[in-house]
């Protein structure tokens, strides 16, 4: 009714909400994980948010929404069910916070995949926001104190010039929210692109799409041409090394040896661990024509690919549709390995649970077979980036 009153609107299944004077108390939270208590359930736990200690000057309308998903990463249903009618008066708060700030619920922050869940989710958020401000604070709503690693933390300056938060710099404090929204989730169901399912016609996000020119634009990365390619009709390869104990290529060396001497490859081996800055990693991922690969979290490098580019997973590992759906949610040209009979595994495989196993080996590609899948993909990657820039004049 005024404008010190509590606004709280929300999707029906309380995947995302927008807040105005939202208040949360945490003088009594406890940020310490219980005894024996994995991390990963810590940082999410369900009782964090405790009656009367998040809420505002509003009664809240529970019968509108329709929560059937309750997960922690599938809605904030844990965090906003407990929604008190509290003082939202700045006099009443110990910190009032005026910027703009966006929580969020965080997956893997080690791995590529998952954490570009994180990303594009969030970018998703903007557009239901409409404002795409780098002055804003994004919190992780993570209920420990404990250090937590995010080896691709740059991306962040492509949404924000403030560093990101964590719930536990507020401890002690009654604090005032002046504008918030609480991002859409890394793994809704139908969600974006965690829990995706894809028909197979669908090809070619425009959201996908435009995330991808949104980071590199923020980042300023730019796609740099190579004169002697250009005259000579090099298809650019990135081809990922593996520095972990399983899925590497134990004939590495020899395939990349093989594509250098074809004549028609400019070849980059890639190896990319944290003594590389994330930055100039999709630098390196954007200036490929194809990115090779095993199976594995880096190939969500290809995000970053220009429209006409292709991803060749050296093997998928029993795994078929994780970055096929990802390449064709990108609008990219995906291969595999297609003859088994010509691929060797060093040994059955480490893990206890069959269908995991070829995760938990390492594999030798027979060259001639390779080569023939790198030929007919150089073909296709001249093809449409031939007909995609005669389309763009």
């Known amino acids: 009714k005024t404008e010190k009153d509590t606004s709280l609107t929300c999707s029906s299944g309380l995947e995302t909400c927008r807040a105005q004077n939202l208040v949360i108390d945490f003088r009594r939270s406890n940020f310490k994980p219980k005894e024996g208590e994995r991390m ?50 700045d006099s ?6 005026k910027r703009p700030t966006v929580f969020m619920k965080m997956d893997a922050m080690v791995n590529m995949y998952h954490h570009f869940c994180d990303f594009v989710n ?21 209920a ?8 691709f933390g740059q991306t962040w ?5 403030h560093p990101v938060k964590r719930l536990h710099e507020f401890a002690g404090k009654r604090v005032c929210f002046k504008d918030v929204q609480f991002a ?12 995706m399912p894809i028909t197979p016609q669908c090809k070619g996000s425009g959201l996908m799409r435009s995330f991808s020119q949104f980071v590199l634009s923020r980042l300023q990365i730019k796609r740099t041409e190579d004169k002697t390619d250009i005259e000579k009709r090099r298809i650019r390869v990135a081809f990922l090394s593996r520095g972990t104990r399983y899925r590497n290529i134990l004939n590495e060396a020899q395939l990349v040896g093989a594509l250098k001497t074809a004549g028609e490859f400019s070849v980059t081996r ?4 944290r003594d590389l800055p994330f930055v100039e990693q999709i630098r390196l991922s954007h200036n490929a024509d194809i990115f090779v690969g095993m199976h594995g979290a880096g190939l969500t490098h290809m995000l970053f690919l220009p429209d006409w580019g292709a991803v060749f997973e050296a093997y998928n590992t029993e795994d078929p549709d994780c970055y096929k759906d990802l390449a064709h949610i990108r609008g990219l040209s995906y291969y595999t390995w297609e003859n088994m009979k010509k691929l060797k595994q060093e040994h059955e495989g480490h893990h206890k649970i069959d269908s995991a196993k070829a995760k938990f080996t390492n594999y030798n590609l027979d060259v001639n ?3 023939r899948i790198m030929y007919k993909i150089g073909k296709d990657v001249r093809e449409r980036r031939a007909k995609i820039r005669a389309e763009s004049k």
């Open 122 to 142: 969030l970018y998703a958020t903007q557009h239901i926001n409409g404002s795409f401000s780098r002055d804003v604070q994004i919190v992780d709503w993570d």
């Open 369 to 371: 077979e390779f080569m």
């Open 157 to 161: 300056k492509a949404f924000s010039k």
């Open 40 to 89: 990963a359930t810590a940082r999410l736990r369900d009782d964090f948010i405790e009656e009367n200690t998040l809420g505002g000057q509003c009664q809240l309308k529970k019968t509108s929404f329709n929560v059937k998903w309750k997960s922690h990463l599938q809605s904030w249903h844990a965090e906003l069910h407990r929604f008190a009618k509290l003082s939202a008066a």
């Open 92 to 97: 009443d708060c110990d910190l009032v916070v």
């Open 184 to 195: 859409l989730l890394p793994r809704m169901i139908y969600g974006l692109f965690y829990n």
């Open 144 to 151: 420990t104190d404990t250090p937590s690693t995010d080896l």
């Open 270 to 273: 890639v190896r990319y661990d």
